[in-house]
């Protein structure tokens, strides 16, 4: 079937409304993270001017970011995305290491890091003890992996429906959070704690904080099918940033109303703690009932996808040939094994830490191929583009220089904020350099090796 897929494809159509996109966009970053992630930052800024600060300071940067993948997408359009500017500005080599990264890092540490967002809320609603999320994280992906072997696969329809979960989640905790007053179970502090902004908190605050506006870039996987591409990719990106900037914005103020800075601080599942503290029991098993639905559809979403790249990457990287396998079932089955087994490995490793500990194994390498992205437009536009009905990048130099500046920042502070996790991310990156060496004979199509999604 993923022979014959192959030989036949067809080239990519432009069917893609700007409704679609913006839906697309939407619906991959606003997943679970936000239901987990304000906990870490709230532990990290301490101040609640600070918090919001910082997550509107993400909406802002991810807004500049946005600007220069427009630019990319409209210009050089390809269902490859990052791969095919990476491969483009860098050759084969550079876009290797981003499958390797994809495949080992950032699509498995992804996996890894839903899955303690799912065993955090179900250690909520069924304990099982201290290792409870770690037990839930592994059940999940053993359970979603095994479903994609046998060939059942969600639909469009359902996996839509599922994506707005989260966002009907969010607007529940929105308008529970605002209407009500802090309860008089929650504590509240005489006093907000003092501004304490430094670098350090800055940058260890905006690791969780991107992360979870992470997937606007994705976009420019579909920029070859989108109608009039050129005004519709920048169109739905800074439409969907600026909405979920304000959400995300939106969604904090209302957990440090109900719970204080430091309840959100200390929250394992803070959405279902403000729940329970304005609504009760009730309340907070529904909310948590909701995100481990949509924790449920992102991770077999991710799961689905990293596949088939690690299948393509075993089509055209020999010492990768053991992961080419399509089932009559029609499932990659070598690459859904190999993939649950090195997300498997990165829930164990980050059993102490859990949520945090994913973060910073996949931080670091997130934001190196980020860089790499940003600087490709540099050296990409000194080429000359192909065609001249490209975005352009308003202020140029000037707004992917703040981009480029701003990943370089991101990829310090993640180095030095995450330590252990953030070495073994790179050490496993690395690894990648014996595969290439032997792999840098082979000729590779930009498209190929980054999406077969049969």
Same mark, same amino acid.
């Given at each position: 079937m993923g022979e014959a897929i192959e030989q036949h494809a067809s080239a990519p159509r432009q069917v893609l409304s700007l409704f679609d996109v913006i839906a697309i966009v939407a619906g991959l970053v606003i997943g679970v993270g936000i239901f987990r992630l304000p906990s870490l930052v709230a532990s990290i800024a301490g101040n609640e001017s600070l918090i919001v600060a910082v997550w509107l300071l993400g909406g802002v940067i991810s807004f500049v970011g946005a600007l220069c993948y427009a630019e990319l997408s409209t210009t050089y359009p390809s269902t490859g995305g990052e791969y095919h500017f990476l491969t483009l500005a860098y050759g084969k080599s550079v876009g290797f290491m981003f499958a390797w990264a994809r495949m080992t890092v950032i699509q498995t540490g992804s996996i890894a890091l839903l899955g303690y967002v799912f065993g955090d809320y179900a250690n909520q609603m069924l304990p099982l003890g201290s290792s409870g999320a770690m037990i839930y994280a592994v059940l999940a992906v053993i359970a979603l992996t095994a479903l994609n072997i046998i060939g059942i696969h969600s639909t469009r329809s359902v996996q839509k429906v599922l994506a707005s979960v989260a966002i009907f989640g969010l607007v529940m905790v929105i308008i529970v959070g605002l209407a009500a007053g802090a309860p008089a179970e929650v504590p509240a502090t005489a006093a907000p704690a003092e501004w304490n902004f430094s670098s350090a908190v800055l940058g260890s605050s905006l690791i969780f904080v991107l992360l979870t506006y992470g997937g606007w870039n994705e976009a420019a996987y579909v920029s070859a099918e989108v109608k009039d591409g050129r005004h519709n990719i920048v169109r739905a990106l800074l439409f969907s940033i600026g909405l979920i900037t304000v959400i995300y914005v939106t969604v904090n103020v209302a957990y440090i109303k109900v719970l204080g800075v430091q309840g959100v601080a200390n929250s394992q599942a803070v959405a279902a703690d403000l729940m329970r503290a304005v609504v009760g029991p009730g309340g907070a098993a529904f909310i948590t009932a909701l995100i481990l639905i949509k924790a449920m559809a992102s991770m077999n979403v991710t799961i689905f996808t990293g596949a088939r790249t690690n299948y393509a990457l075993g089509r055209d990287f020999p010492p990768f040939r053991f992961l080419h396998q399509w089932s009559a079932r029609g499932a990659p089955v070598a690459a859904l094994v190999f993939q649950s087994a090195v997300a498997l490995g990165l829930i164990v490793f980050a059993s102490q830490k859990g949520v945090q500990t994913a973060v910073d194994y996949l931080s670091p390498v997130f934001w190196l191929f980020f860089l790499l992205t940003g600087v490709a437009l540099f050296v990409l536009r000194r080429r000359g583009a192909p065609t001249q009905d490209g975005f352009r990048t308003? *202020?140029?130099?000037?707004?992917?220089? +703040?981009?480029? #500046?701003?990943? &370089?920042?991101?990829?310090?502070? =993640?180095?030095?904020? @995450?330590?252990?996790?953030?070495?073994?991310? *790179?050490?496993?990156?690395?690894?990648? +350099?014996?595969? #290439?060496?032997? &792999?840098?004979?082979?000729?590779? =199509?930009?498209?190929? @090796?980054?999406?077969?999604?049969?």
């Amino acid at each position: 079937m993923g022979e014959a897929i192959e030989q036949h494809a067809s080239a990519p159509r432009q069917v893609l409304s700007l409704f679609d996109v913006i839906a697309i966009v939407a619906g991959l970053v606003i997943g679970v993270g936000i239901f987990r992630l304000p906990s870490l930052v709230a532990s990290i800024a301490g101040n609640e001017s600070l918090i919001v600060a910082v997550w509107l300071l993400g909406g802002v940067i991810s807004f500049v970011g946005a600007l220069c993948y427009a630019e990319l997408s409209t210009t050089y359009p390809s269902t490859g995305g990052e791969y095919h500017f990476l491969t483009l500005a860098y050759g084969k080599s550079v876009g290797f290491m981003f499958a390797w990264a994809r495949m080992t890092v950032i699509q498995t540490g992804s996996i890894a890091l839903l899955g303690y967002v799912f065993g955090d809320y179900a250690n909520q609603m069924l304990p099982l003890g201290s290792s409870g999320a770690m037990i839930y994280a592994v059940l999940a992906v053993i359970a979603l992996t095994a479903l994609n072997i046998i060939g059942i696969h969600s639909t469009r329809s359902v996996q839509k429906v599922l994506a707005s979960v989260a966002i009907f989640g969010l607007v529940m905790v929105i308008i529970v959070g605002l209407a009500a007053g802090a309860p008089a179970e929650v504590p509240a502090t005489a006093a907000p704690a003092e501004w304490n902004f430094s670098s350090a908190v800055l940058g260890s605050s905006l690791i969780f904080v991107l992360l979870t506006y992470g997937g606007w870039n994705e976009a420019a996987y579909v920029s070859a099918e989108v109608k009039d591409g050129r005004h519709n990719i920048v169109r739905a990106l800074l439409f969907s940033i600026g909405l979920i900037t304000v959400i995300y914005v939106t969604v904090n103020v209302a957990y440090i109303k109900v719970l204080g800075v430091q309840g959100v601080a200390n929250s394992q599942a803070v959405a279902a703690d403000l729940m329970r503290a304005v609504v009760g029991p009730g309340g907070a098993a529904f909310i948590t009932a909701l995100i481990l639905i949509k924790a449920m559809a992102s991770m077999n979403v991710t799961i689905f996808t990293g596949a088939r790249t690690n299948y393509a990457l075993g089509r055209d990287f020999p010492p990768f040939r053991f992961l080419h396998q399509w089932s009559a079932r029609g499932a990659p089955v070598a690459a859904l094994v190999f993939q649950s087994a090195v997300a498997l490995g990165l829930i164990v490793f980050a059993s102490q830490k859990g949520v945090q500990t994913a973060v910073d194994y996949l931080s670091p390498v997130f934001w190196l191929f980020f860089l790499l992205t940003g600087v490709a437009l540099f050296v990409l536009r000194r080429r000359g583009a192909p065609t001249q009905d490209g975005f352009r990048t308003p *202020l140029y130099p000037v707004v992917p220089a +703040l981009f480029c #500046l701003t990943c &370089a920042y991101m990829l310090y502070s =993640s180095v030095s904020y @995450a330590a252990t996790g953030a070495l073994a991310g *790179l050490g496993v990156l690395a690894l990648g +350099l014996p595969f #290439l060496y032997f &792999a840098a004979g082979r000729k590779i =199509s930009p498209i190929a @090796a980054e999406g077969d999604k049969s």
